[in-house]
């Protein structure tokens, strides 16, 4: 994927991860609300994850755990992007759909019809692949 990409990629990701977090039953929408405004006001500006934690609706523990899991989705979806298997824009609206409604990523790209479920096997025998590489 090209910088320009996962840059825009990483934008994306980001300004979902309160809605991430939220799926993941960590916060709920009142605190991300809140932490939200607090984000708007800061100076300098702190990433919603840090102010939650700040905030104390999140421990650091579980920052660092949902920071890796969605990491790890984004994984899934370059791989497919990389094998021509989907389109980057067909990632982005998976990667919404997913932290609104909380569902594995694999699973709305089948159900959308982007992905066979052999594509989504390969994609994450890959993860598995790579996070064996980052555990060495």
């Avoid at 990483?10 to 939200?36: P, R």
């Avoid at 607090?38 to 939650?52: F, N, T, V, Y």
């Avoid at 990389?82 to 699973?107: T, V, Y």
């Amino acid at each position: 994927m090209s910088a320009k990409k996962e840059s825009f990629v990483e934008k994306i990701c980001s300004s979902f991860f309160g809605d991430f977090l939220v799926a993941l039953g960590h916060i709920n929408s009142e605190q991300l609300k809140e932490a939200l405004i607090a984000q708007r006001d800061e100076s300098p500006k702190l990433r919603i994850g840090e102010l939650l934690v700040q905030m104390g609706y999140l421990s650091h523990e579980q920052l660092l755990k949902s920071l890796k899991e969605q990491r790890i989705q984004i994984r899934l979806g370059e791989f497919l992007i990389n094998q021509g298997s989907l389109g980057f824009l067909q990632l982005l609206e998976a990667l919404e759909d997913q932290h609104k409604s909380g569902r594995p990523l694999g699973l709305i790209l089948t159900q959308l019809g982007y992905c066979t479920e052999e594509d989504i096997q390969e994609g994450l025998l890959s993860q598995q692949r790579y996070q064996g590489e980052m555990s060495e």
